[in-house]
């Protein structure tokens, strides 16, 4: 049986694995961190999505194997170890964005990402758009782009609204 | 999924040595389409080669020409500022494949080799009379596209650039389906040296094709006004629950004035 060596929240990890397993599998049924989501399963609504190397990808679409040696971080690893949520999750709460939850993991995952590769600003319309792989049964987004708006001075450091 | 055995070999040769060597194998190149097929079981391979360490990614940008590397991401392409000074059509197109978590996997080698009959980088390969490298031949646009799903490669034979002119001008008009992001009609023209060239996706059962119509009509007179009385013929086009036959060929003209507005 083939075993993937790969990174997951700072902690290495070698497993045997079926070549078929896919990331999302990995993560959920091997390493037991669940709070990467499986919604659609057809790469659609983003719940799955975790970063690999620094970038958002949908776990559900991409082998096990195939993340051989990379650094991932999942919604697990987040928060500091005293519990001090990452400002994205903070700023989720803060501003309701969230009903029944089994997006947000996903949600958070982008919406980090978006908000780190766009150090100049981002409208609520660069927001709206940068959200488009990510579906939200409950909310109507709104609340969502108005919690990424808020994290984005936080996570980079200034207290500035974002910029047109 | 079916299980099957993986191989991620690091060099081009030992590639297109495991596909050749069993008619059943499958690259494997960002997986955006070929992972959810294998999901959904529509495919069963023996062995999986992963072309991910093959060193296929890359841009490199001439007066002429924008060559870009099998491997390398829609993401990287439609963030690349020497391909938006060069051929801001092909950014703006990368740019607009499914989102951001998809564009970061997905590559342009993947998507042309496997010609869905909605992608978007088929039309931008035609319409700029691009040419694609593999590891044996050079292979132009024209030659490369053979119907939906089907394209000109051989069992093995793998994708390593792609080449696109340096046109006079270009822009892609994509109407897309919401949902799956893919186009239900996306069209790109290119003014070129030798006239103007119009590339149609999303629309047809053949997958992509030339409107040589409105390429006459635009060679002539390069205005949304040039095609206003042409009228393309539903036959022969896709009709499914997103659109009618009817109703994309109604979309092609629409996207195709956009699109020569844009330019």
Redesign the interface.
Same mark, same amino acid.
């Given at each position: 049986m083939?075993s993937v060596t790969l990174t997951v929240n700072g902690k290495s990890h070698t497993v045997d694995i079926?070549?078929?397993t896919?990331l999302v599998e990995l993560l959920r049924e091997k390493l037991s961190l669940t709070g990467t989501h499986v919604g659609c399963?057809?790469?659609?609504c983003?719940a799955c999505?975790v970063h690999v190397d620094g970038?958002?990808?949908?776990s559900?679409?991409?082998?096990a194997?195939?993340a051989?040696g990379t650094d991932v971080l999942t919604i697990e690893g987040l928060a500091a170890a005293d519990g001090t949520l990452h400002p994205m999750q903070e700023a989720f709460r803060e501003h309701h964005a969230l009903q029944c939850g089994f997006c947000t993991p996903g949600m958070v995952m982008?919406a980090i990402?978006?908000v780190m590769a766009h150090p100049e600003g981002m409208t609520e319309e660069d927001i709206r758009h940068?959200l488009?792989?990510?579906l939200c049964r409950c909310t109507g987004y709104h609340n969502i782009v108005k919690a990424i708006a808020a994290a984005w001075p936080v996570m980079h450091g200034k207290e500035l609204v974002a910029a047109e | 999924?079916?299980?099957?055995?993986?191989e991620?070999p690091t060099d081009v040769a030992a590639a297109v040595a495991s596909l050749g060597a069993d008619m059943e194998a499958k690259a494997?190149a960002g997986?955006?389409t070929f992972?959810?097929v294998?999901?959904q079981r529509l495919n069963k391979p023996t062995v999986?080669v992963?072309l =991910?360490k093959l060193g296929l990614t890359g841009i490199t940008v001439t007066p002429t020409s924008v060559t870009i590397g099998a491997m390398t991401t829609h993401?990287t392409v439609a963030e690349s500022e020497e391909v938006k000074k060069a051929i801001p059509a092909l950014a703006h197109l990368a740019g607009l494949i499914?989102?951001?978590?998809?564009r970061?996997?997905g590559t342009i080698g993947g998507s042309l080799a496997n010609n869905d009959p909605s992608a978007c980088y088929p039309a931008a390969l035609l319409a700029l009379g691009g040419t694609v490298t593999t590891d044996r031949r050079t292979i132009t646009a024209g030659d490369f596209f053979q119907g939906m799903f089907t394209t000109a490669l051989e069992q093995g034979e793998l994708i390593t650039s792609v080449s696109f002119p340096v046109p006079e001008k270009a822009a892609y008009a994509k109407f897309r389906n919401p949902? =799956?992001?893919y186009a239900m009609v996306g069209v790109f023209v290119a003014k070129l040296a030798g006239g103007v060239r119009v590339a149609i996706t999303g629309a047809s059962q053949g997958g992509v094709y030339r409107h040589t119509q409105f390429e006459q009509a635009l060679s002539k007179n390069f205005a949304p006004d040039a095609i206003k009385d042409i009228t393309t013929p539903s036959d022969g086009l896709n009709s499914d629950i997103h659109a009618s036959a009817e109703y994309r060929a109604h979309l092609i003209g629409v996207m195709t004035k956009r699109a020569v507005l844009a330019c």
């Open positions: 083939p079926e070549a078929r896919l399963d057809t790469s659609q983003g999505v970038v958002s990808v949908k559900c679409a991409m082998l194997l195939q051989e982008s990402d978006m940068n488009e792989g990510n | 999924m079916y299980d099957f055995k993986y991620k494997l997986g955006q992972i959810p294998l999901k999986v992963d =991910s993401g499914g989102d951001n978590a998809v970061h996997r949902a =799956s992001r």
